[in-house]
């Protein structure tokens, strides 16, 4: 195999600073569903966005590559964004209430001595309503990332064959095509 001085050295994937980069996905995936969450709507934008998201500062960290490594990462911060998202919606639904009983911002509400309690009442409640919230947060968790993670996974599993590139314009091997056939290169021995 020949190399050529004319070509760019081929990016090389770094997938542990990808990964450091990536995670800064999770707070502002938390943040963000929580918002949306606390307002009472479940948006699969989010996850779509958390998807993107982490796509794009893996690529930043890695060097802009993603490889196989890269897309079971970005995979994985996905799917723990999306969990510690809907974790904390929850906790936020239960410091609201708490506040909104104790006359405390939800943000004191989080300390309040009986939190832990009231929280696993909240879960283990029969109301159906919560379950069926979660499912439907799930589902859509699952919609908004789907084709973001399909697409990352796509772009591995074929790699892009490198571009045939020659250093130098070949000539014609016909000599009656080449316009410059009849002319003969200077000597350099000659002086001018």
């Known amino acids: 195999m020949t190399y050529s001085t004319d070509l760019p050295p081929a990016p090389i994937e770094d997938a542990n600073r990808g990964t450091v980069v990536a995670l800064l996905t999770i707070p502002a995936g938390i943040i963000v569903w ?105 589902l859509f968790g699952i919609l908004g990332c789907f084709s973001v993670l399909r697409n990352a996974f796509r772009a591995t599993a074929a790699p892009a064959a490198p571009p045939v590139q020659t250093p130098w314009p070949t000539l014609p091997a016909d000599p009656k095509a080449d316009p410059f056939a009849g002319e003969k290169p200077a000597d350099p021995t000659t002086p001018r």
Do not use: H, K, N
């Open 34 to 138: 929580t918002l949306i969450w606390s307002i009472g709507f479940v948006a699969s934008i989010v996850t779509f966005g958390v998807a993107l998201l982490a796509t794009f500062l893996y690529r930043l960290g890695s060097g802009g590559m993603i490889g196989r490594a890269g897309a079971i990462r970005i995979t994985v911060i996905t799917l723990v964004t999306v969990v510690l998202s809907i974790i904390a919606g929850l906790v936020a639904d239960v410091a609201i209430g708490i506040g909104q009983v104790a006359g405390i911002s939800p943000i004191e509400a989080l300390s309040y001595p009986g939190f832990g309690d009231i929280f696993g009442l909240y879960l283990s409640s029969g109301d159906g309503g919560l379950y069926l919230s979660l499912g439907i947060a799930v």
